[in-house]
Each structure stands twice: as structure tokens, then as C-alpha cells.
């Protein structure tokens, strides 16, 4: 499985982004697909989750601000953030459980100014 992700870029405190991440097949038919992000300064972090049974599950700190969605017809998963804050800003990666094995994507890149 290939995930790509895309929709980083900057914005300032306050605004919207919504991120995209579209995967090489269906993963979401028997699967799972996540959002993580990290900073220089700290460790991959959770952010969101989106099951092939439609659950979801965000980390507190984005609760209420950021919404995960698919479009099975495009095999993509979306992040979209609102109400961004300077510390959002990090390395956003998604990725997919399927399979019994973990896939990445590469990372696209958040800033918010303040």
C-alpha cells in the first residue's frame, strides 16, 4: 500500500487547512488510517483515526478542531483543521493498518504563525 499525502502550507493562527491522503487501494474496505504529526521537538504524535467501520477518535489537544472524513471512491482520507494554533505546527504523516502490516506516507508540512 502507497499512501500520499498532500494540503500542508502555512497559515495563520486561526485558519484552516485540510489535508488529504489518498492511499493505493481500498484500505479503508478492511482497515484502518490515521493522522500522526511531530515536531523536532517531540515524538510522533496521534491526532485522529478513522476505522473501516466509520469510528473516529481524535487526540485532545485537537478535539472539536479537527475533523477526519474519507471518500472511499477516492481510497482518501481528509484532516480538515480549523481554528489552527503556532502549535500545531509540525510534520503531518498518515497512515494505514491493513493487512496486518503498517504503512506510511510521507509528510507534509504545517505551519501557523501567530
Known amino acids: 500500500v502507497q499512501l500520499q499525502a498532500s494540503g500542508g502550507g502555512s497559515v495563520q493562527t486561526g485558519g484552516s487547512l485540510r489535508l488529504s491522503c489518498t492511499a493505493s487501494r481500498n484500505v479503508l474496505s478492511d482497515g484502518a488510517m490515521r493522522w500522526y504529526r511531530q515536531t523536532p521537538a517531540k515524538q510522533r504524535e496521534f491526532v485522529a483515526t478513522l476505522t473501516s467501520g466509520g469510528s473516529t477518535n481524535y487526540a485532545d489537544s485537537v478535539n472539536g478542531r479537527f475533523t477526519i472524513s474519507r471518500d472511499n471512491a477516492r481510497n482518501t482520507i481528509y484532516l480538515q483543521m480549523s481554528s489552527l494554533k503556532p502549535e500545531d505546527t509540525a510534520v503531518y504523516y498518515c497512515?494505514?493498518?491493513?493487512?496486518?502490516?503498517?504503512?506510511w506516507g510521507q509528510g507534509t508540512q504545517v505551519t501557523v504563525s501567530s
Open positions: 497512515n494505514a493498518f491493513y493487512g496486518s502490516r503498517l504503512y
